[in-house]
């Protein structure tokens, strides 16, 4: 099973960026998918998680400013983040569990300046 993340970067704030979580090895419509963040010296943390039906759901502080979705078509999972603010700045990890295993990508970093 592999993850590969990618499209961070560096963004002022009120800004935009999507993420992208390349998968493998995996039955990926099968799976619910998750976001996490882990900021500078604090804990990781759940940003926001797809189910395999598409339920979606969000950590309070990024509702109505992140979206996430899937392509099963393309194995890949997304993280489109606007109205962006420095809190926001943070690793971002994907996330699956599978066969009761936690399988994590790589994380991409994203800075967001004031």
């Known amino acids: 099973v592999q993850l590969q993340a990618s499209g961070g970067g560096l963004v002022q704030a009120g800004g935009s960026l999507r993420l992208s979580c390349k998968t493998s090895?995996?039955?990926?419509?099968?799976?619910?998918l998750d976001w996490y963040r882990q900021p500078q010296g604090k804990e990781r943390e759940l940003v926001a998680t797809?189910?395999?039906?598409?339920?979606?759901n969000y950590g309070d502080s990024v509702k109505d400013r992140f979206t996430i979705s899937r392509d099963n078509t393309r194995n890949t999972l997304y993280l489109q983040m606007n109205s962006l603010k420095p809190e926001d700045t943070a690793v971002y990890y994907c996330?699956?569990?599978?066969?009761?295993?936690?399988?994590w990508g790589q994380g991409t970093q994203v800075t967001v300046s004031s």
């Open positions: 797809i189910g395999s039906n598409h339920n979606r």
């Open positions: 090895g995996i039955t990926f419509r099968l799976h619910a």
């Open positions: 996330h699956v569990i599978w066969r009761g295993r936690d399988y």
